[in-house]
């Protein structure tokens, strides 16, 4: 199958390793926990912040995203005695977290900000579930929503299933090659012991789980939890004075990825997803190609969400995802491991943050699993990738995270170690 | 004039404001489905917009367009969200490429019509049918009647269609 024009691209290459991601923190992935969304964010920047070696005082620019179901940046600053020059709370999804950290360099580049923090704060499983189910689901259809929800059809996996069926329709995908994402993820959640799921299962477990939408079993979905992630991004130099070794930014990209991106699927092949359009300037900006990549950070908020962008963000052929994901590249140990932490499907949904949190660990060296840390302070590790051992990928000098929302947006981000 | 109505038990409403989803199903309520044709570039739409998608022209007007078409894709929901589908499940939710205009304007784009699959009277289709139905069944559109002035368009076996001998359908089953 060819692919649809073209459009033109704007690749800021002078920003390549200008700008880097110097702390990072979280809450812990819970189900019932008992905070408010402004809890769980403060936790979560406060965390970073000090991650960073820094203080509150340091940070003058705060980000976040949500779908109408977490609190404000505002509220968190003032919670943390902090005052912000710049903040902005936007509408977002998969694909906010790396288009984000691009507004959060373009704030530092026009000398609005010097730290900016970026947080995702959700009770996704005990308040507002992505899911959909609860008060949200009854509530009234009207507008854009007669052409979707009158239908039944409203939930991202109820939303993105046509996707994924014609692609198995157009390329002979199957269910056992895409359900291999979640066994994989399963067993590098076992080596995280922050993971909300961390017991290993089988392709076959995951297909013999109760069918949610055609082509999604129960388990090609991902684990709803409550939680706060948070990361902090200022400029190269003043990285230098962070507690951790330097986790660079060689690019970073937000598009609306389809010139004309609608969810009713009425623009190009529905089995061509964001990464086909978002990859022109990715590749580009961070003067890498897919190749090069160590380790990948993908959203999987289903396990073919996973497929798809690694299929168009260009690791494998499109139409040869299915034997990418299941052939063991991804797989701790492979060429090109991804979600080492067990991403969403495994160690807890947070919109896209988790994944970011885990690449830097990973290019830090030190993703926090079982290995001693020696006396100068670095994680002794074994790369014993079997059930509760280690998860660094060895010699993690590039990662991609890979972020989406729907077949239409999509923003990934390159990281290098300094 | 708004209209409030329920289908299913699930409540639906059109405000004042939205003039476009208005005089859709205006045209659905009288069981004729229209969509906008650009005035300045001539491609038909769906769903209603304000502006057209292909070349931004804010001109534009209703035409009559033919409901026939085969089943681009599909998802067949057995965990339903909506409250209003959980007495209806397996129930499907197909992406139907209309005939008219089918690789226009370049070869990956439709008219792509969202429905379920119903009964030719317009009610949920049951679990015998839905099994029947995958990529490549020929359909065509009926309506399921909700208030005055409201019906929302929805696909059947296009029973005068050649069909394919076996449409294309999820393996695991
Ligand atoms: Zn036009």
């Keep these: 199958m060819t692919m649809p024009n073209e459009t033109d691209t704007t690749s800021p290459k002078h920003l390549c390793d200008k700008y880097a991601i110097v702390g990072v923190g979280e809450t812990a992935y819970m189900r019932g926990s008992g905070m408010t969304t402004r809890a769980l964010g403060t936790w979560a920047v406060r965390n970073a912040i000090e991650d960073a ?24 600053a003032g919670d943390l005695g902090m005052r912000l020059n710049f903040y902005m709370d936007v509408f977002g999804g998969g694909s906010s977290t790396e288009a984000l950290v691009g507004l959060a360099m373009g704030l530092i580049e026009a000398g609005m900000c010097k730290v900016v923090v970026i947080f995702r704060a959700m009770n996704g499983f005990s308040q507002v579930r992505i899911g959909g189910t609860g008060a949200r689901a009854a509530a009234p259809v009207s507008g854009d929503m007669l052409h979707s929800r009158a239908y039944g059809w409203q939930s991202a996996g109820q939303m993105f299933s046509p996707t994924f069926m014609r692609h198995m329709y157009d390329y002979g995908t199957r269910p056992e090659q895409v359900a291999a994402v979640k066994a994989i993820h399963s067993e590098h959640a076992s080596n995280n012991p ?25 388990l090609d979905c991902c684990v709803e939890t409550d939680n706060g992630t948070a990361i902090v991004v200022t400029n190269a130099e003043r990285a230098r004075d962070c507690r951790h070794p330097r986790v660079l930014i060689r690019g970073v ?20 997803v964001a990464g086909h359009y978002a990859r022109e300037i990715l590749w580009p900006n961070s003067g890498v190609g897919p190749e090069d990549i160590d380790a990948t950070g993908s959203y999987d908020a289903f396990t073919f969400t996973t497929m798809l962008q690694l299929e168009d963000y260009g690791f494998c052929k499109k139409g040869e995802g299915g ?9 701790l140990g492979g060429r090109r491991p991804n979600n080492t932490s067990g991403g969403h499907l495994c160690e807890g949904y947070t919109h896209g943050l988790n994944m970011v949190i885990e690449n830097v660990r990973q290019l830090r060296h030190d993703a926090d699993d079982s290995c001693p840390v020696g006396p100068d302070g670095r994680r002794r590790h074994t790369y014993d990738y079997r059930e509760g051992g280690c998860r660094q990928v060895r010699n993690c000098e590039l990662t991609a995270n890979l972020g989406w929302a729907n077949p239409g947006t999509g923003s990934a981000m390159v990281m290098r170690r300094d | 004039m708004a209209i409030q109505a329920t289908y299913l038990g699930m409540p639906l409403d059109i405000n004042d404001l939205d003039v476009e989803n208005l005089a859709y199903f205006k045209h659905c309520a009288a069981h004729d ?29 209703w035409i009559a367009v033919e409901g026939r078409g085969a089943v681009h894709s599909y998802t067949e929901v057995h965990h339903a969200i909506q409250p209003a589908f959980r007495n209806h499940t397996p129930y499907l939710v197909l992406l139907v490429d209309l005939d008219t205009q089918r690789g226009k304007p370049g070869e990956h784009e439709a008219l792509r019509v969202v429905g379920n699959l119903v009964t030719p009277q317009g009610r949920l289709a049951p679990p015998e049918m839905v099994r029947r139905v995958g990529i490549g069944t020929r359909v065509r559109m009926v309506f399921s009647d909700v208030a005055p002035g409201l019906a929302l368009p929805q696909w059947t076996l296009d029973e005068g269609a050649s069909q394919p001998a076996s449409p294309w359908r999820y393996p695991q089953e």
């Design chain 1, 323 to 331: 034997d990418y994901v299941s052939d063991g590249t991804i797989r």
């Design chain 2, 33 to 61: 489905f229209h969509l906008q044709r650009c005035g300045a570039c001539g491609l038909l739409r769906y769903p209603p917009t304000t502006a057209c998608p292909w070349c931004a022209s804010p001109k534009s007007e």
């Design chain 1, 194 to 218: 922050k993971a909300f799921y961390r017991k290993r299962v089988s392709v076959a477990d995951v297909l013999a789980s109760r069918i949610i939408c055609k082509p999604l079993h129960l």
């Design chain 1, 53 to 76: 070696g820094l203080e509150p005082s340091d940070v003058d620019g705060m980000l976040s995203y949500q779908s109408g179901d977490s609190t404000f940046a505002p509220f968190i």
């Design chain 1, 253 to 272: 990209v937000g598009r609306c990825s389809k010139p004309r991106m609608d969810m009713h699927y009425q623009h190009g092949p529905v089995s061509t």
